[in-house]
């Protein structure tokens, strides 16, 4: 028998670490073919099922490029735009908000503003202004600087919980302006993507990713593993405009808030009435507000901690400045008592302040008979 040198490395040693991981994972692929060929197929499967059954569930990626599998366009002056189409001409009816109104997850033709003139009488050319993160100061710059040369002669400002806590959390602090924003947009979907980017893209557009990530946050939330807690030190949360209790929040945050968004409605008002431009009210619910139902509400929030009526209170904002209100929250809750929400969800899946495209449609109609009724500017 030949003796090894002590100093030869012994052969178990040259196939660790990397070497040996990589001979590993060659031979259970050699060995385990068949069983890797069936796990793709189910997951193909799944994922072909998902798609035919639950066609909403698939492409929901959101980025500078794209939301919900459609391209991200914008105007010079900040319109969402669809494929393909010059800026229109300067609309009679411009739409505002925040990401609700924006579009995120649906296409630029699916949006309530893009929609509205298929139920209106007689003809009205839209906009689409809204934007992703975007408050009332925001809206105001935009209307001051970019839209009002010629001015719209309404605008329909569809107000969310989320656009109501984003008001008071930038109170003080520099925001971008339209033009920034856009510009700002710009850049992001101009940037190379990596491979990194296109697997990743990939994966979150799965409709089986979607379920198997949003039925595991829900689980969490139903174990209590997450829960709503809002950062005192920085509360930013569409909850607080409910009236969210929680004790180490900062004394009186939500009538702060309210009183701060009350300030900027009215500044936003005093510019349009400059302007000679009607401003029409709307107001947007959450999904967990609609009923009691599970589906409605897959986050399990705690809507006993719930103080603020908020619709009620924005409809009083509403009246003590003389604009037109319309709370969307019947006309969703009609439409559930019409249809299921697991079959009609009118929101982005595990999602309880987006709309998906029948959500947006929804909203057009609602508003449009609230405009054909009569006129609410006089």
Known sequence: MVSRPKNSPDQSAELSGPRALSQAVLRFLRTQTGLLLGLVAIVLGLEAGLRLLRPQMADLVYDARRTGGHPVIFSDTGWRLRPGNAPPEPPTILG???????????????TWPLRLPAYLEGESATANAGQRGGDLRQISSGLEELWSTPP??????LVTSNMIGFTEFRRGKPGLGIPQVVEATRRQAARPQTLKDQLSATIRGSALWKVLNGSVESLKYALGLLTH?????????????????????????????????ELELAKLNRLAKRNDICVIVGFLPSRFMLSERLADNVKFVPKSRLSVDAPKRLGQIAADFDLPYLDLTEAFRAARAEHPPYTHPYYIPYDYTHLDAAGHDLVARSLAEFLNTGDRCT
Do not use: C, H, K
């Not at 505002?96 to 699916?110: I, K, Q, R, W």
């Not at 920085?234 to 968004?261: C, I, T, V």
């Open 96 to 110: 505002l908000g925040d990401s609700t109104t924006f579009g995120t997850g649906v296409a630029a033709e699916e």
């Open 152 to 157: 719209p002669q309404t605008v329909i400002l």
């Open 229 to 261: 807690r809002a950062d005192p030190n920085d509360p930013l949360s569409p909850l607080l405009a409910y009236g969210w209790q929680q004790p180490d929040l900062p004394a009186g945050y939500s009538q702060r808030m309210w009183e701060n968004f």
